[in-house]
């Protein structure tokens, strides 16, 4: 459904990366994995269309209902948890009472139902992040695009979060592509990576990720979840 072809990336003089091949079907989740500066934003800034190629071709599917979520909860300070989620509705042909539906169903989803009335100085990290998830997943996007959501948040919070946001792209298998400085999190959460070894070679790698079918926190503790981190560490340093 989406792909990159050749595709590479110059800022100035400086390529963060060239000859991207990369397939990516309806339902991935693909994390994005890499150190600081390799530009993992950028790439994923590319694949929203927010940003172009310097060289090679993107092609998008024909139709998309995209929705974000950056590092900053991005909320607007001035419009409570019920009207900064309503921000995210895409359609213009709902009915009012269609619209508060939405908004109802979906905060109920990110546990936030009592908090509708609240705003965004009275929420804590893991509220304002809560909003923000909530904001884009309303309206049943096909296509997720995430960038370190959970990176400020403390590891009880996150491991919730990441519980919530893998059994929701379960339910509805949208295509997800989230960012992460985390090993951990990247094999917790995803099928694919897209990892940039520290070395000479300036390239993002795919790797399929083979997990058996187990619930989210089972998983968390498999000696398989702990072998694949130890293996995917160990490229990411460049020692395989
Ligand atoms: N608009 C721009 N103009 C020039 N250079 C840029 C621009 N945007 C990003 N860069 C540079 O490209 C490189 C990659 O940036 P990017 O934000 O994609 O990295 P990243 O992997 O997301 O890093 P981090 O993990 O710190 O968020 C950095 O060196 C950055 O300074
Ligand atoms: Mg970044």
Redesign the pocket.
């Known amino acids: 459904m989406l792909e990159l072809k050749n595709a590479g990336k110059r800022?100035?003089s400086r390529w963060?990366f060239q000859n991207l091949n990369f397939q990516v079907q309806t339902g991935d989740f693909i994390s994005i994995l890499?150190p600081?500066?390799?530009?993992?934003?950028?790439l994923l800034r590319i694949l929203a269309e927010l940003d172009t190629l310097t060289d090679g071709h993107i092609i998008q599917p024909a139709t998309t209902t995209p929705g974000f979520v950056f590092q900053e909860s991005c909320l607007l300070p001035w419009l409570t948890v019920y009207e900064n989620v309503a921000i995210g509705i895409s359609k213009n042909t709902l009915t009012n009472s269609e619209k508060s539906d939405q908004i109802e169903k979906i905060l109920k989803t990110v546990k936030l139902k009592d908090a509708a009335s609240l705003f965004p100085h009275q929420l804590s990290g893991g509220m304002k992040m809560r909003v923000s998830i909530a904001r884009a997943l309303i309206n049943n996007k096909s296509i997720l695009f995430l960038d370190e959501p959970f990176a400020a948040l403390d590891d009880f919070i996150r491991f919730e979060l990441q519980e919530e946001l893998l059994e929701y792209w379960k339910q509805h298998k949208m295509t997800v592509f989230f960012?992460t400085?985390s090993v951990t999190e990247s094999v917790f959460l995803s099928q694919k990576l897209w990892l940039f070894p520290q070395g000479d070679q300036l390239q993002f790698q795919e790797l399929d990720l083979k997990k058996s079918d187990t619930s989210p926190h089972m998983y968390r503790q498999s000696p398989e979840y702990f072998k694949l981190v130890t293996e995917i560490s160990d490229r990411l340093r460049g020692k395989k």
């Open positions: 800022f100035n963060l890499g600081s500066g390799c530009g993992k934003s950028t960012v400085h």
